[in-house]
């Protein structure tokens, strides 16, 4: 059961321009949402995380939007850069929980 | 600051056979996760440990895997005897919060190819 969902495997932006990443979530329960960032051969990092109790959150380039009643999020990058072709995985936890629960990811490629 | 540590970055095996994968997790992290990330998808809980107790082992198939987490530091993933279906990148992450997730730290993951 897939409670993450991201439906677009790969995404492709010139450079410069806006990239958008969705994801879907089942669960209301959930209440903190992170995006994480993933080169090849290497382990996620962690890129920018929302609340429940916001709608936006900023942290330079990167915007995260979350949409409770539709309950979906996106992570905007502007402008990208050909650095931020990586895979971006979109992450959820509910109160009290003990883990995080991944999006199957979507691959981004910034095109110089 | 020094990262989450993973051991051995890559891994070969035939089915039946065993094999191990160590995690040094972020000093001063009290929560400890092993998670697998099968090709294609997003990373899967298998067991979390905080300090030395295990928190959430639901996700763990606990008749081939095993894991351990000896004087709340190190761990070490067993998985005995391998599948096929086991082939995967077994990432560990470490948090310094105890109540709940936040922010995890990935290790480079130990990819197994289960022939």
């Known amino acids: 059961d897939q409670q993450v969902k991201q439906n677009s495997p790969s995404l492709s932006v010139q450079e410069g321009r806006i990239s958008i990443l969705n994801c879907d979530y089942t669960n209301s329960m959930f209440d903190y949402f992170l995006w994480y960032k993933k080169y090849p051969a290497e382990g996620p990092t962690f890129l920018i995380s929302i609340s429940s109790i916001k709608d936006k959150n900023e942290d330079g380039r990167f915007t995260v939007f979350l949409n409770k009643s539709a309950k979906h999020l996106s992570l905007h990058i502007v402008p990208s850069q050909p650095g931020d072709s990586a895979v971006y995985f979109c992450a959820a936890s509910a109160p009290g929980a003990n883990n995080l629960f991944f999006g199957t990811g979507t691959r981004l490629t910034v095109i110089p | 600051e020094a990262g989450v540590a993973q051991s051995p970055r890559y891994k070969i095996i035939e089915k039946r056979q065993s094999v191990a994968f160590w995690c040094n997790p972020i000093s001063g992290h009290a929560t400890l996760y092993w998670y697998q990330q099968i090709l294609g998808q997003g990373p899967k809980l298998l067991i979390q440990f905080q300090n030395n107790g295990v928190v959430d082992d639901s996700q763990l198939p606990k008749d081939r895997f095993s894991a351990e987490r000896l004087k709340g530091v190190d761990s070490t993933l067993k998985i005995q005897p391998a599948k096929l279906e086991d082939s995967a990148v077994y990432l560990c992450?470490?948090?310094?919060?105890?109540?709940?997730?936040?922010?995890?730290?990935f290790g480079e993951g130990s990819r197994l190819t289960v022939l």
């Open positions: 992450a470490s948090s310094f919060l105890a109540g709940g997730p936040g922010e995890l730290f």
